[in-house]
Structures are given as C-alpha cells and as structure tokens.
C-alpha cells in the first residue's frame, strides 16, 4: 500500500497568520496519460465527516474559501492555510486515489495559538 | 444535494457479523463511485473498500480483504458492506461515501464496536 505521510502531526498557529502542512507519497501520483496530481485534501470538525477541500492537489472545491491552498507534485505536497480564521480548527488529511488501495496521511492537527 | 444515509451500525462480539447499509440520493447512483471509509475513536481516517458503476469492480484494504464484502443495489440506491469475523480492531465510525477516487460527498456514519 502506498504510505503517506503528513507534517507535522499538529501545529498552532496564530489567528490570521498561515499555516502549512506537507504531505509525502511513497510513490509519484502523478498520472502522465493526463498529467494530474491524484492527491486531495480534506478537512475534518469533531463530530463531523471530513469535507474535501481540494482535489488534483490544487483545484479548490466549490464554495472552499480562497484561503486554502494546494500545490506540489510528484510525491511532495503542501496545504496552505492564509489568514487562519477561528472556524480553520480541525484536522487535515491528504489522500491518494493514484494507486488502489487508497490511502490516507495520518492527520494533522490545526489549532490556534 | 446528495445525501447518504448509513444504517446498520452496532455492538456485536468478536468473531460476529454486521451488514451496513448507506442509501444515496440526489445523484445517480448507478453512475456513482461508491467507498466505505472507517474512523477508529480518536484516530485517522482509512479507507476500507470500493465498487465502480454496474460493480465492474471491487476493491479492499488489506486489513478487510476475506472478510469484508462490498455490494450495491442500484434499484435501490444502496450499497452495502457486509462485515465477518469482527475484530476489535474493526471498531470505528464508518463512512459512505462517493467521488472518483477522491471522496466528495460523505454520510454521518454508522459506529460499529466489536466488544465481548
């Protein structure tokens, strides 16, 4: 299975200032028949389902604020965080759906400081 | 707007069965992606299993393969995962969900514990 791996596993950061997460595939997901990162980005409150954030690991999802970011390639990703906002608390997973089974980051933690 | 609600959940013995079940609307279903995803307390996400439109295919975690087995009903809207030989380990919130891959639409999820 293709192991990936966030970083870190939590950090604090404060209210309107950015916050960067990283996430590292064993293997390149990037397909070359359509040049497409297959690497997303969720984001999960207590007590609810994760949300997906960005997909191709750049495109945002609909209604997502342009505060959320993503960039990278190959087997080394970012989600950046702008202007942290209060409601931005939660835990963030990247995931594959390059190679089957997909497989999920182990979460990072988002609080603030 | 899509919806997925899951049912099914429960307490069971190791060793025990369970059979999920997630009903869509609001989409296609028999078009749809469909994936069970699991949720430990207090931990990460994993995804569990997966079926393609008409059940053309049917992939499993490692951790389930043998055990698990994932069907769907598109007269139904329904998918569904049957779950034996029950671990403790298999303990968790379970997820449906659908996408293509990614996941982009979820339901609430269904606990299951597996506890003598």
């Known amino acids: 299975d293709m192991v990936m791996t966030q970083s870190p596993d939590s950090l604090a950061v404060s209210l309107g200032e950015r916050a960067t997460i990283n996430c590292k595939s064993g293997?390149?997901?990037?397909?070359?028949?359509?040049?497409?990162?297959?690497l997303s980005w969720y984001q999960q409150k207590p007590g609810q389902p994760p949300k997906l954030l960005i997909n191709w690991a750049s495109t945002r999802e609909s209604g997502v604020p342009d505060r959320f970011s993503g960039s990278g390639s190959g087997t080394d990703f970012t989600l950046t965080i702008s202007n942290l906002q209060a409601e931005d608390v939660a835990v963030y997973y990247c995931?594959?759906?390059?190679?089957?089974?997909?497989?999920f980051g182990q979460g990072t933690k988002l609080e603030i400081k | 707007q899509v919806h997925l609600v899951e049912s099914g959940g429960g307490l069971v013995k190791p060793g025990g069965s369970l059979r999920l079940s997630c009903v869509a609307s609001g989409l296609t279903f028999s078009d749809s992606y469909m994936a069970w995803v699991r949720q430990p307390p207090g931990k990460g996400l994993e995804w569990v299993s997966d079926?393609?439109?008409?059940?053309?295919?049917?992939n499993y975690a490692a951790s389930v393969k043998g055990r698990f087995t994932i069907s769907r009903d598109d007269a139904n809207n329904s998918l569904f995962l049957q779950m034996n030989s029950l671990r403790a380990d298999d303990t968790a919130v379970y997820y449906c969900a659908t996408g293509d891959g990614y996941l982009l639409q979820w339901g609430q999820g269904t606990l299951v514990t597996v506890s003598s």
């Open positions: 079926i393609g439109r008409g059940s053309r295919y049917t």
């Open positions: 293997h390149s997901v990037l397909y070359s028949s359509d040049n497409k990162n297959y």
């Open positions: 995931q594959q759906h390059y190679a089957t089974p997909c497989t």
